[in-house]
């Protein structure tokens, strides 16, 4: 428990409609680090079919490069959600993911039914955390299966089932923020943050995405293509933490079995050496891409 799984960048993942092709199309070219395709929310009733054809046919074409690609699925209990399930399983994307998972036993059945669908290895389970019973339970969703690899907060919906209201610094979220980072961080798995909704409003998109950087959080959810540099930007390393992270480890090489080891006249520990070595993992496996 708790042991983290080799990086994979997903500062930025953006829902995409299923419904609409041209969105498709569009997303080969987009600088984002992962990808939603969406049967659930942005699709109509009657287009619920062919956005599921969509979605499994762009998510095996491989025409996608470096970006990781998912599927997420109507939810446990719709009318489309095992249809949904059985194909993303067999198109093999690199993430299913289910929206308003609520306990550990639903896990354990989205994961049987993935692999009674036949769904590859590298096809992992991502869970939406958006109801308050997810939030209490969130310690044993993280923990539930080894093919759980990602915990995604439905922010929008967690606000509704609250009866809050959207408000600058998320007051209203924190509590549920912050259970679901820690249930994630003693599982080992990544989370990412929810969606802001003002697509316009660039300097309070930029002002959370800040927060969930400073908070823990791999990366942001996004629901426009214009979200995803800034996002980019503010979830990668800055070039002043690459060199502090490098001072460190020279320091720390530099002063090995002296007991004291300092940096810049601050004391170097075991712990400022894990924290450095992630900063140079996470900029090296960016800046490769």
């Not at 924190?174 to 697509?199: F, H, K, P, W």
């Amino acid at each position: 428990m708790g042991e983290q799984t080799a990086y994979a960048p997903r500062r930025s993942v953006l829902y995409m409609p299923s419904s609409n092709e041209r969105a498709l199309e569009k997303a080969k070219s987009l600088p984002v680090d992962g990808l939603i395709l969406d049967l659930e929310d942005a699709v109509g009733p009657d287009h619920k079919e062919s956005a599921r054809q969509n979605a499994c046919a762009a998510a095996a074409s491989g025409d996608y490069g470096q970006r990781e690609v998912t599927i997420r699925i109507n939810g446990i209990g719709t009318q489309w959600h095992e249809a949904d399930l059985a194909a993303a399983a067999a198109a093999g994307p690199a993430g299913v993911v289910v929206p308003k998972v609520g306990s550990a036993d639903e896990v354990r059945s989205l994961v049987a039914g993935l692999e009674a669908a036949g769904a590859p290895d590298h096809t992992m389970l991502w869970a939406m955390i958006e109801t308050p019973e997810a939030v209490f339970n969130v310690r044993e969703i993280a923990s539930a299966s080894p093919r759980l690899a990602v915990l995604v907060m439905g922010t929008n919906d967690l606000v509704k089932e609250l009866h809050a209201d959207h408000v600058a610094g998320r007051g209203p979220l924190l509590t549920s923020l912050q259970l679901s980072l820690l249930a994630a961080r003693e599982a080992g798995i990544a989370i990412l943050d929810g969606v802001y909704n003002d697509v316009k409003d660039a300097k309070g998109f930029e002002a959370e995405c800040v927060q969930g950087r400073d908070f823990g959080f791999d990366g942001k959810t996004l629901i426009h293509p214009g979200q995803v540099e800034p996002c980019n930007a503010i979830f990668a390393p800055t070039e002043e933490s690459v060199a502090e992270a490098r001072g460190i480890l020279e320091a720390w090489e530099a002063g090995a079995g002296s007991g004291v080891v300092t940096h810049n006249g601050r004391m170097v520990e075991n712990l400022h050496v894990d924290i450095a070595r992630r900063v140079l993992a996470v900029h090296e496996v960016i800046t490769s891409r």
